[in-house]
């Protein structure tokens, strides 16, 4: 499709069992960006892959978080060990260049039993 | 996104003008973006505006910048009940080699008819 797609839409799964989120970004941009927003929340940053470069992973917020961008496309967050306030909508985004307007997808929407 | 500041609510009459206020912080931001969120959705792209601008107008959107004092509008003329979204004010900004864009909390914009 033409637009940032993530999959699964929703998910639910229980205490301590790890996730797979998965984001296809619009074809030929090089940036791309995971974003958490819990329930009435802002954006809080996660990861931002920019072409070949080390990604930013600044905003993960523990080392059970992990993301990996392969090919300079796809990409896939990870949670280990998943924890209740890890429920959350998981947002990707992807764009031309750093500072050019990002496209989000639709997010996964994970919860946490 | 602490850096880049937003009312939380916003309640119109349905006909009535909106404005939706934001402040950031680097001056050397080159561009800067108002997204909408709808219940349950992603984040859709609005408008943007180069930071050598002080308007742009895009329909019922006005957007005015002034760089002075660091301040970013956004006009919603004619509010419709489908304007009921949240509105999210981003500044891309200079983080060593990249850039990446720094969000506000977002403001509820509830249309009363």
């Known amino acids: 499709g033409a637009g940032v797609s993530q999959s699964p839409s929703n998910k639910v799964t229980e205490k301590g069992k790890d996730v797979e989120l998965r984001c296809d970004p619009i074809s030929g941009h090089t940036a791309l960006y995971w974003y958490r927003q819990s329930l009435g929340q802002g954006l809080e940053f996660l990861i931002y892959f920019q072409g070949n470069s080390a990604p930013d992973k600044s905003g993960l917020p523990s080392d059970r978080f992990s993301a990996e961008r392969t090919g300079g496309s796809v990409s896939t967050l990870t949670i280990q060990r998943t924890q209740q306030e890890d429920s959350a909508v998981y947002l990707c985004?992807?764009?031309?260049?750093?500072?050019?307007?990002?496209?989000f997808g639709d997010g996964t929407r994970l919860s946490i039993l | 996104g602490e850096d880049v500041e937003q009312s939380l609510f916003l309640s119109v009459r349905e006909g009535d003008s909106s404005v939706i206020n934001c402040t950031y912080t680097d001056s050397s931001s080159t561009y800067l973006y108002w997204y909408k969120q709808e219940p349950g959705a992603g984040l859709q792209l609005l408008t943007y505006i180069f930071s050598n601008m002080d308007m742009k107008q895009d329909q019922r959107l006005t957007v005015l910048l002034n760089k002075k004092d660091k301040h970013l509008s956004l006009r919603i003329a004619d509010t419709q009940t489908g304007d009921s979204a949240i509105y999210f004010c981003?500044?891309?900004?200079?983080?060593?080699?990249?850039?990446?864009?720094?969000w506000g909390l977002g403001t509820s914009l509830a249309v009363n008819p």
């Open positions: 981003a500044e891309s900004r200079s983080t060593g080699n990249n850039r990446k864009l720094i």
């Open positions: 985004a992807s764009s031309s260049a750093g500072n050019q307007p990002q496209h």
